[in-house]
């Protein structure tokens, strides 16, 4: 079917419309939407913020924000059109009736409004009111909201309180960027598309899973927000444990969000609680101290600009996860996630075991295990490591590692691989649920992670240093060289 004549134009309403996230992000990716012809004729982008501008100079703001962070030259016909949608009102997200002004340009019988709160939290509240407040809200009105979603379970149930008291629950679309990625969408076809994998993704044949998302970046001039999060809360609470439900989950009925929602809590619900009992030998957090990223010195975190010399904030975290259920029974998922480490990488490997009987001790004493690796980023693809013979008429079979490798850019050369804010940004103008988290995900996520905060807090142990440029504290590889397994490097 025909996208254009399958879905209904928006009013998408942008709250925070010059901060850096609609600067950096949304307005990239509704440019690059646009640029694919992705977006209905009739929809509209409407900028909110509390700076007195004027619509050419909101239009020249995006301009400039096109320059400074979009990675193609920009096409003028493409910007005309693009150009044409945007407008700007100023509204103090605080007062009431400067809602009003929403009234005037809401055209809720030929568009659906979707607001986007692309601002801090402690203002969704104001944002919430003054929509009810101005009465533009219709039964068919959506809003888009950003993690983080709290700091812990209950601020995040307060949020959504909030956002419950105006907007039901089948109008809220709570991102995870993590879920727009390719290769993460991959993981559902993979699954269960492909006998291959579907009839050997249990316990039965999988020794192990790793979760690796290492960024080499430290914390860019976010210090104050970082330090009162942490590795812990900042990444895995929402990246990690997406990706780790996509790779455990059963097989939905049907690509339905519900059916799919359904499947991932089970999972959340099924992870083996971490605590005070086991917190020391199940975890491992770390802060980086000063080293050599590519060649160049970098700060510790305790010298970045703004820092407070005593924090004991983690940069990066490692776990063993056991999810308690009979397809993963004994197969554990060892999660990391760090900043300035060695490279950025974000990767699933799968260990399949290994095999009972060797009759190739020639190559090898063990054979190794196979291996599913999939790169999420920075080169999205999928490889199979394997064993193969050695060409020759040598007397004995000869075994090598060799990979059959699955690149995206290569396989799918015709195909435009969109990022993870383009995609969900244009499902929550369509009205697709699918990929956007429900409140119970969010909430059974944080009632894991703050046991594992709460067992951090009461031994107030400092985190282990680890050297920028490396792949984070000593402890890590001990965590995982417990089991006799190491970290796929």
Known sequence: MDHKKAFKPCDLVIYGALGDLSRRKLLISLYRLENANF???????????????????????????????????????????????????????????????LNAVIDQ???????????????FKSICQGLE?????????????????????????????????????????????????????????LRFANSIFTTNWSHNTIDHIQITVAEEV????????????GQLRDMLQNHLLQILTFIAMEPPVN???????????KVLKALRPITLNNVEEKTVRGQYVGGYIKGDTVPGYLDEEGANKESTTESFVALRVDIDNWRWAGVPFYLRTGKRLTGKRTEIVVYFKQLPHNIFKDSFRELPPNKLIIHLQPNEGVEIEMLNKIPGI??????????????????????RIFGGYEKLV????????????????????????????????????????YTAGTWGPVASVALIARDGRAWEE
């Open 218 to 229: 430290g914390i860019e001039g976010r210090w104050d927000y970082f330090d009162k999060t």
């Open 255 to 265: 690509l339905e969000a519900e059916s799919i929602h359904n499947e991932k809590i």
């Open 426 to 465: 244009l499902e929550a103008m369509r009205g697709n649920p699918t990929l956007f988290l429900s409140r119970e995900e969010i909430e059974q996520a944080w009632t894991w992670v703050d046991s594992i905060q709460n067992a951090w807090h009461h031994y107030k142990d400092a985190p282990k240093p």
């Open 109 to 123: 019988k030929t568009r659906i409004m979707v607001n986007y709160f692309a601002v801090s939290p402690f203002l």
């Open 39 to 101: 977006i209905e004729a009739d929809t509209r982008i409407i900028g909110v913020d509390l700076q007195g501008l004027k619509n050419d100079e909101f239009i020249e703001l995006a301009h400039t924000s096109l320059k400074e962070f979009l990675s193609d030259a920009i096409d003028s016909a493409v910007w005309k059109r693009f150009s044409a949608r945007l407008s700007y009102l100023k509204i103090d997200l605080t007062q009431m009736d400067q809602y009003q002004q």
């Open 394 to 415: 040598d007397e004995h079979i000869k075994l090598q590692k060799t990979r059959l490798d699955l690149s995206f850019s290569e396989t799918f050369k015709e195909s």
């Open 133 to 189: 407040h101005c009465g533009v809200l219709t039964e068919t009105s959506r809003m888009v909201m950003e993690k983080p979603i709290g700091h812990n379970l209950q601020s995040s149930k307060e949020i959504n309180d909030v956002v419950a008291s105006v907007f039901t629950e089948k109008q809220v679309y709570r991102i995870d960027h993590y879920l727009g990625k390719e290769t993460v969408l991959n993981l559902l076809a």
